[in-house]
């Protein structure tokens, strides 16, 4: 008999049907199994398959070694800017540093989701060196914490938290030195449901030149921007 996910939540649903029907190791057959759930009446607010395309060309081009996430939900993001960071690495000769994608979120809940979820996708190892770690906690309080660990900052960011917190921890980023010259910040849902002021602080500001590429909600054809802003000053 089938399972009833009618009224289980839906970080339930996805996560197990990536048990299931992904390829252990294989993180772009974990990434197809929440893309068809997204659009087979399984709608979960993660990136989704439109505006990864961006994502991802924004790492193959930028090639960060560093980034750092804001906003972790179940792991989807991770697992594509992750998976991606280890391709250009690899294609680059490997080497150290490895690429490392250090992910913060709130919510401890789906945070144990995204961590098996990106498990299975092979990113995460529970011996040795894993390409994305997990952070529970309030950004704001943490962003302030990495400098020690993280002396250069990052090479990217990627924004996908609540839209309010955006523009503050943008800013914090800059106050504490996380970000350098090509450091790159991808913000996502900037139109829609929007972030109007950290919009206008990557667009205003000498710091940053911004790329404002448009697509549409995760599983919808309702508009959205992905942006890009290079860090050159």
């Not at 009833?4 to 057959?29: C, F, M, N, Y």
């Not at 919510?107 to 529970?126: C, D, H, M, R, W």
């Not at 849902?189 to 404002?212: C, K, M, Q, W």
Request: charged fraction near 20%; aromatic fraction near 6%.
């Amino acid at each position: 008999m089938a399972t009833d996910t009618t009224k289980r939540p839906v970080h339930e649903v996805i996560l197990e049907k990536v048990k299931l029907q992904a390829t252990p190791g294989d993180a772009q057959s974990v990434v197809d199994v929440m893309d068809k759930l997204g659009w087979d009446n399984h709608w979960h607010m993660s990136l989704g398959d439109a505006k990864a395309v961006f994502v991802r060309q924004a790492i193959r081009e930028h090639k960060p070694r560093t980034l750092l996430e804001l906003g972790t939900y179940i792991g989807y993001s991770a697992t594509v800017i992750g998976s991606e960071m280890v391709a250009t690495w690899k294609e680059l000769g490997g080497g150290d540093p490895k690429p490392l994608l250090l992910s913060l979120d709130i919510n401890e809940t789906t945070t144990a989701v995204a961590k098996q979820i990106a498990t299975i996708a092979g990113l995460v190892s529970p011996t040795g060196q894993s390409t994305v770690e997990f952070l529970v906690g309030d950004c704001l309080k943490i962003i302030p914490t990495l400098k020690e660990r993280f002396p250069n900052g990052f090479d990217a960011v990627f924004i996908d938290c609540w839209k309010q917190l955006y523009l503050p921890s943008i800013k914090l980023l800059e106050e504490h030195g996380l970000l350098h010259s090509g450091s790159v910040v991808i913000g996502d849902n900037i139109l829609n449901p929007g972030a109007p002021d950290f919009l206008a602080h990557v667009r205003n500001s000498p710091r940053y030149e911004t790329t404002v590429h448009e697509s549409t909600v995760e599983y919808t054809n309702d508009k959205d921007w992905v942006t890009v802003s290079k860090v050159v000053a």
